[in-house]
């Protein structure tokens, strides 16, 4: 089978398994088999696969159409400047969580050494994005998962990046004082997972199901944030105002509600001035 052929039949495979980026699956995974670039595979559409990477990219194809998400097959997945390693043991980075580190980088703007704590690091997306784009911010990533953390350390070891790695559950003090403190807490509850698409069922549970962990992370923050401070937090659809009036009434101040990537209200932040 050529290049163009198993390309085609992957896309129609992924398409009928209702995948909605069949074709850039299938070419993600067609690299990977065959250990080449994406700009690789259309150089050679007409080269015929040898027996063995026929039959490596059909087990890889067949996983994604089992809805196994593509960064887990992968085993890497990228986000902002990064490639990140991922598996089960994490979350997937998403997107929109871009945004977040956007607007970190906004308010620390101008502070030569500023203080960072990320509150449930999983891969490490948000901390070591920050310690990437801010050479002289000192970030401190916690998670109460010590499966995460060695992913983390992973991510930081292979991006160079100095940060320190926590096990952490927000039943205590976070330390500090930091400048900032963000947070992409789990933000689905229980009732919603059989509605949602089937890769998240991938996922760890400990990091997608919400369990109050956006308002503990609110309050706990509140003794660790210097005066003047800044919390922020990505939250899940339409309850960007819920958690905008939950931080005024902890004693927040300039609270906002700012959009991701996709213009979905998504990003909460609050100033801490006690």
């Known amino acids: 089978m050529r290049i163009a052929e198993a390309l085609a039949d992957a896309t129609v495979r992924l398409e009928a398994s209702g995948i909605d980026t069949a074709r850039l699956d ?39 159409a089992l809805r196994e998400p593509a960064a887990y097959i992968l085993g890497e997945w990228g986000f ?7 598996d089960p043991r994490v979350l997937i980075p998403r997107p929109g969580t871009e945004s977040v580190v956007e607007r970190c980088l906004e308010l620390l703007r ?47 070891a292979r991006a160079g990046l100095d940060v320190r ?16 403190v963000v947070s992409n807490p789990p933000y689905v509850f229980e009732h919603e997972l059989p509605t949602l698409q089937p890769e998240l069922r991938f996922e760890p549970e400990l990091a997608l199901v919400d369990r109050g962990q956006t308002g503990a992370v609110a309050r706990a923050a509140r003794t660790a944030l210097r005066p003047g401070g800044w919390l922020v937090l990505e939250v899940g659809d339409e309850r960007g105002e819920e958690i905008a009036t939950l931080l005024r009434e902890l004693g927040y101040t300039g609270v906002a509600v700012g959009q991701d990537l996709t213009g979905r209200d998504r990003v909460v932040e609050g100033r801490w001035t006690p």
Do not use: C, Q, W
Not at 38 to 60: D, I, V
Not at 120 to 144: K, M, N, Q, W, Y
Not at 174 to 180: A, E, H, K
């Open 165 to 180: 790695l926590v096990l952490h559950d927000l039943g205590g003090d976070l330390g500090g004082p930091f400048d900032l």
């Open 80 to 86: 902002r400047r990064l490639t990140l390693e991922v």
């Open 110 to 156: 101008g502070l030569e050494r500023p203080e960072v704590l990320d509150a449930g690091t999983g891969s490490g997306a948000i901390a070591l994005a920050i310690a990437d784009e801010h050479p002289g911010a000192r970030v401190t990533a916690i998670d109460a998962s010590n499966d995460a953390l060695e992913v983390a350390r992973t991510n930081a």
């Open 26 to 64: 299938a070419e993600l995974l067609a690299g990977k088999a065959l250990g080449r670039s994406r700009t690789e595979l259309y150089l050679e559409p007409e080269r015929e696969l040898a027996g063995g990477e026929e039959e490596a990219y059909g087990a890889l194809v067949d996983r994604r």
